[in-house]
């Protein structure tokens, strides 16, 4: 069983940047994809950045290219997430997610391709 947990979230001033991690325990050594949503109150919850095994793909939503990054992190299963440039809009639950399956451009920000979630972690810009 897949376990995942989230790490980093916090208060910053808007412009200031954040780190979050997810460790996973439990994945077996095959493609998979490990990927951050996020959920603001009163909105549906929209994938923000993934990194999927095979040449360590990454893809991002529009809103926040430029601004985070996704990376592996020092120890394996660990996906990092470097957020700059933090906006207001970009305060939410943070999640991380895994995937069994290779996910491509046009289903990593799925939900329904995720089999394990994380209990969140909250980032939060302020003015």
């Known amino acids: 069983q897949v376990h995942l947990v989230e790490s980093g979230g916090g208060s910053v001033q808007a412009g200031g940047s954040l780190r979050l991690s997810c460790v996973a325990s439990?994945?077996?050594?095959?493609?998979?994809?490990m990927t951050w949503f996020r959920q603001a109150p009163g909105k549906l919850r929209e994938g923000v950045a993934a990194?999927?095994?095979?040449?360590?793909?990454?893809y991002y939503a529009d809103s926040v290219k430029a601004r985070f990054t996704a990376s592996p992190g020092n120890t394996k299963n660990t996906l990092v997430l470097n957020m700059t440039s933090l906006r207001v809009e970009d305060t939410a639950m943070y999640y991380c997610?895994?995937?069994?399956?290779?996910?491509?451009?046009?289903?990593?920000?799925?939900?329904?391709?995720?089999?394990?979630w994380g209990q969140g972690t909250q980032v939060t810009a302020v003015s």
């Open positions: 439990g994945i077996p050594d095959s493609y998979n994809c």
């Open positions: 997610a895994y995937s069994s399956r290779r996910l491509y451009a046009d289903d990593w920000n799925v939900e329904s391709e995720y089999n394990s």
């Open positions: 990194g999927c095994v095979g040449g360590f793909s990454k």
